[in-house]
């Protein structure tokens, strides 16, 4: 799941705000108040939304309650090809993330760090991903202290970790998107325990990111493959069992898709999906509740290059909207509102900044999602959605 901006980097630049819509306003509106509320947000950053001032290759980054106070924390994976300390970024209320805690004791070439209960004890625990090094388990005492718990696979050239209950069994399952080999799945035991393992794709697959989502309505989870490489991307249908044989491909046949992202963005009850892709546009793709493609909708810059997405309902109409990261080109969301209403694009952090990964979520209690990015070579941070100012304030110096 963004973006960036050196760490001396002036605070005006970082106002590059998004500006989301309207909606808020109505239920004030039915109780018949005259209060003035604000109908634009912003994403805003600063120097006090800051993820800790490292510049490491963060490859991802995920928002949860991992010390049980109520707030979200975030943990980033660093390193990707060069090994680097993961850590855990604790929330101390309003999103100002000033405790920071590492993640084991190990360097390694991270690319993920998922959060998920993996023992179903209620609190929220972590799998490693690492590329060709071991992938391991991390168990939350509750308090968002971790400690190293085993671990899942061999090493390989992994991309990706996505935690879905894939055989149905009521405890999620890690899916681990593999570049140029295999795909795996570790169908978790229970207790974050990892030994039966099962593979999707082609053993040349290029896949670097999945979504799982019923795409067929049949009640098992199905898979959205991103496929790199000049390979075409697919879906792929589950027997709820973990195990994916059936492939409906979408697409060109030689899209470059780096991130997906599925939800029931119509509200037609058939799952969709947006692919995030280098050198050419994003596509919305809405389902035909058969794993097939209805109809596909472009978006974005014609030479974009996204590396992450999320979909959230960032302005609160109720519809949800995407938020794109992208390297080396602004970050942005895309409102969406009514079908026929063209998608509304606000582009926020800095043009420069390469965003790998991002999460969406309300740091900061506002009841609204917020936006935690992952910068390759960049300060990892949050864009808060604020209320619009009618002037931008300006930002405090750090004391
Ligand atoms: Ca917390
Ligand atoms: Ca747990
Ligand atoms: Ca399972
Ligand atoms: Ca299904």
């Not at 978790?188 to 039966?196: A, Q, Y």
């Not at 991307?233 to 069992?241: T, W």
Request: glycine letters at 14%; one cysteine or more; aromatic letters at 6%.
């Amino acid at each position: 799941m963004t973006r960036r901006a050196r760490r001396t980097r002036a605070c005006a630049a970082l106002g590059a705000a998004l500006i989301v819509g309207a909606a808020a306003l109505e239920a004030d509106a039915a109780l018949g108040e005259r209060r003035e509320v604000p109908a634009e947000r912003v994403l805003r950053s600063g120097s006090r939304n800051l993820l800790g001032t490292g510049e490491e290759r963060s490859a991802s980054v995920r928002l949860g309650d991992v010390d049980g106070d109520g707030d979200l924390d975030a943990v980033v994976a660093n390193g990707r090809h060069w090994p680097a300390q993961n850590l855990v970024h604790l929330n101390q209320g309003g999103g100002r993330f000033n405790v920071i805690r590492p993640l084991g004791v190990d360097r390694a070439t991270s690319y993920a760090t998922e959060l998920v209960d993996l023992d179903g004890d209620g609190d929220l625990d972590i799998a490693v991903g690492n590329d060709v090094a071991p992938n391991l388990v991390f168990l939350n005492d509750g308090e968002g202290r971790f400690e190293r718990a085993g671990g899942f696979g061999s090493p390989t050239s992994l991309r990706s970790v996505t935690a879905a209950d894939v055989d149905g069994d009521g405890d999620p399952d890690l899916i681990l998107c593999v570049r140029k080999r295999l795909n795996e799945i570790h169908l978790n035991d229970g207790s974050g325990g990892f030994t039966e393992q099962r593979t999707f794709g082609r053993p040349g697959d290029s896949t670097i990111d999945v979504a799982a989502a019923d795409l067929d309505g049949d009640g098992d989870l199905d898979l959205v493959l991103a496929n790199r490489d000049g390979q075409a991307n697919a879906v792929l249908l589950g027997d709820g069992k973990g195990s994916f044989d059936e492939r409906l491909e979408y697409g060109s046949g030689s899209d470059e898709t780096r991130a997906v992202a599925a939800a029931d963005l119509d509200g037609d009850g058939h799952v969709d999906w947006v692919a995030g892709n280098i050198g050419q546009r994003d596509v919305l793709y809405f389902g035909d509740g058969k794993g097939g493609v209805r109809e596909a909708v472009s978006f974005g810059p014609e030479d974009g290059r996204t590396y992450a997405l999320a979909l959230a309902d960032l302005d609160r109409d109720g519809v949800l909207d995407v938020v794109a990261g992208r390297a080396g080109q602004p970050d942005a969301a895309y409102l969406r509102g009514a079908p026929s209403e063209p998608l509304r694009e606000r582009v926020f952090g800095e043009p420069e900044d390469v965003t790998y990964g991002l999460d969406v979520g309300d740091v900061n209690g506002d009841g609204f999602p917020d936006v935690a990015v992952a910068v390759s070579d960049g300060p990892n941070r949050i864009y808060l959605n604020l209320p619009q100012r009618p002037e931008p304030r300006r930002e405090r110096r750090p004391r």
